[in-house]
């Protein structure tokens, strides 16, 4: 059964704290991603990472960085938390396969006060 | 405009009834399209697939995908309470495995 976890359910930092989001697959993927998730906005792309130590950034990177130190882990960091990075944050792979079927984890909803 | 847009709902329907969701889309080099649903509180999870254009049916669901319109659908047929959550499309263009997702559609089939 193909698994995609994250570290945290639930989560609230304060503002300025740095917050580390992690995700771990266990489909031996290549292609790993991290997306939040907003009402009436939709699945936003963070960044995503085709390669071991590889990144590229997404459409809102703004705020965030990432690490991807092995096939199997891929990390999202806020540096320093603001309010307006509350949401609910999805981790997702996929393997080089035609289809692009993205396997997701259950999400981190996150609180910044 | 967005490349993909999607009505967010909600969409709310007696049990038992058919069920229509649609997406349209503006790129003309998608290729894949897919549907996934999401409950509350958890990941989206893929539904539906669909290569290129025509249908695909899997048990109460069909997927149609009409690219001369850019328009794509999917069908639930004898809606139950089970299947409310919300309800994204998602395509790309071949060569690229970065799919572009709808907003969702919220729908909630009551008893």
């Known amino acids: 059964d193909v698994k995609v976890t994250q570290s945290s359910r639930y989560l609230v930092k304060r503002t300025g704290e740095k917050v580390f989001l992690e995700c771990v697959q266990d489909?031996?993927?290549?292609?790993m991603f991290w997306y939040r998730q907003d009402p009436g906005l939709g699945l936003r792309l963070i960044y995503f990472?085709?390669?071991?130590?590889?990144?590229e950034k997404g459409d809102i990177p703004e705020g965030y960085s990432v690490s991807r130190e092995k096939k199997e882990r891929f990390s999202l960091i806020l540096e320093s938390a603001s309010t307006n990075q509350t949401s609910m944050y999805l981790c997702?792979?996929?393997?080089?396969?035609?289809?692009?079927?993205?396997?997701f984890g259950p999400g981190t909803r996150l609180t910044v006060l | 405009q967005k490349e993909v847009e999607q009505d967010p709902g909600p969409l709310s329907v007696p049990e038992g009834a058919i069920v229509s969701l649609n997406c349209t889309y503006s790129?003309?080099?998608?290729?894949?399209f897919m549907w996934y649903r999401q409950y509350s509180r958890k990941g989206p999870e893929l539904l539906m697939y669909?290569?290129?254009?025509g249908n695909k049916e899997d048990g109460r669901f069909t997927a149609q995908v009409d690219k001369s319109s850019k328009y794509i659908s999917l069908f639930i047929r004898d809606s139950q309470p089970s299947d409310s959550a919300t309800y994204l499309c998602?395509?790309?263009?071949?060569?690229?495995?970065?799919?572009?997702f709808g907003r969702g559609t919220s729908l909630i089939v009551h008893p």
């Open positions: 997702a792979s996929t393997d080089r396969g035609p289809n692009n079927e993205q396997f």
């Open positions: 489909m031996d993927h290549e292609n």
């Open positions: 990472s085709y390669d071991v130590k590889m990144k």
């Open positions: 790129n003309s080099a998608f290729q894949y």
């Open positions: 669909t290569y290129s254009s």
């Open positions: 998602a395509m790309s263009p071949g060569g690229s495995y970065i799919p572009t």
